[in-house]
């Protein structure tokens, strides 16, 4: 009889907590309200062709999910609060990755953020208009912005924080309200780990006195504009970020600029990315280049992505991508991609995409000897796949 009671007591308070989950997202004046997202993804891929012939095959498989808790209340005098943890990587074959986990407060003097949430740079720095048509999960059929499994994606910026190092780890950040379409933020992050599991893991802040550490002191900003103007969006973005290098890596400095225009059915975007020191999390002081553009259209259940980058690099960089480390010193790197999208019913998405990439190097001599001849990777790969979101 005692077990049967427990086992009651367990189910009541399971239903308590999910009741939240189930109930419209609106502001409370007592109680908290929580929602439960995120999805689970399946994806067959195809190398259709590449310079690298050194695979076992050119076909595969892969599937992954994600789990997100939201947590929200609103008090009596129109303070906001709340808190998210979100968890990647939740498969069989990685260990699941919190990659976000913070508490905030928000109202009219705007929002602040506390805990492992993304940089400044990232926030107001991303710019990529398929995102907005495409109904993708975390890389899945998410054109350029992909997860480049099998190979490639090794140098293009979508924005800041792309290959600097600037992760999710632990600061504090503050967002304006909107001013007349005007809005600012900006972030401070005591040290950045190149250790997932110091930074944001299970081990936790380890990394104040054990190795691992690539950046201190960073510190990131935006300032941007968002407005309507007869039915067509527009929104502008510049962003700006520095960190001292730690252990050997260089110092960051990086910066964007970007907009986004939309109407009806049709988003366009145009971002630039530069990096004048710390490319590759501190591995380079040469400067990196990359102007990306997407274009995303929209016909209700069907959805189209198109996306462009074009990375440039400075002599000397020395750094090698997916073709192995006898290809180094980037020249440039131009990748792209398009994408179709078809919502079958709320919430099942499936999808078709081709990806091309080439990255080419420079040629290398030292003492008049060739060690690295001028030459290039390239690939093509077919993704298609389907995906549950909630």
Do not use: C
């Amino acid at each position: 009889m005692k077990k049967i009671l427990l086992g009651g007591t367990a189910l009541a308070a399971a239903a308590l907590v999910a009741m939240p989950a189930l109930a419209e997202d609106k502001a409370v004046t007592s109680g908290l309200e929580m929602k439960i997202s995120g999805f689970v993804a399946w994806e067959a891929g195809l190398i259709i062709g590449s310079s690298d012939d050194g695979r076992d095959r050119e076909y595969d498989f892969n599937s992954n999910g994600r789990l997100q808790f939201d947590i929200k209340n609103v008090t009596d005098s129109g303070l906001e609060y709340g808190a998210r943890i979100r968890m990647n990587n939740v498969n069989r074959r990685q260990d699941v990755t919190v990659d976000r986990q913070y508490v905030y407060l928000k109202g009219e003097f705007g929002t602040v953020t506390l805990g492992d949430s993304p940089q400044v740079a990232g926030d107001f720095g991303y710019f990529f208009a398929p995102d907005d048509i495409l109904n993708s999960q975390g890389g899945y059929g998410d054109n350029l912005d992909g997860n480049y499994r099998y190979g490639g994606g090794d140098f293009f910026s979508l924005d800041p924080t792309y290959h600097s190092g600037l992760d999710k780890s632990t600061s504090v950040k503050y967002s304006s309200p909107s001013i007349g379409g005007f809005v600012f933020a900006v972030g401070f992050t005591p040290v950045i780990s190149d250790e997932k599991n110091l930074s944001n893991g299970t081990q936790g802040r380890d990394d104040l006195f054990n190795g691992g550490q690539v950046y201190e002191n960073a510190i990131s900003g935006g300032i941007g504009y968002e407005g309507e103007f007869d039915g067509t969006s527009v929104k502008v973005r510049g962003t700006a970020a520095y960190a001292n290098g730690i252990d050997n890596h260089w110092d960051l400095e990086t910066y964007s600029a970007g907009g986004q225009v939309g109407f009806g059915g049709i988003v366009g975007s145009l971002v630039w990315v530069g990096t004048p020191s710390g490319f590759g999390a501190g591995a380079t002081d040469k400067n990196f280049d990359t102007i990306g553009f997407g274009l995303g259209y929209s016909m209700g259940a069907l959805n189209f992505g198109l996306g462009y980058a074009y990375t440039w690099a400075a002599k000397n960089n020395d750094l090698s991508g997916t073709g192995g480390s006898d290809l180094f010193d980037l020249k440039d790197n131009h990748v792209a991609a398009a994408t179709v999208n078809y919502t079958l019913a709320p919430g099942l998405n499936t999808y078709a995409e081709v990806v091309y990439e080439i990255q080419n190097f420079r040629k290398q001599e030292i003492n008049g000897v060739v060690v690295n001849s001028s030459d290039s990777w390239e690939q093509a790969t077919f993704l298609t796949g389907v995906s549950v979101a909630f």
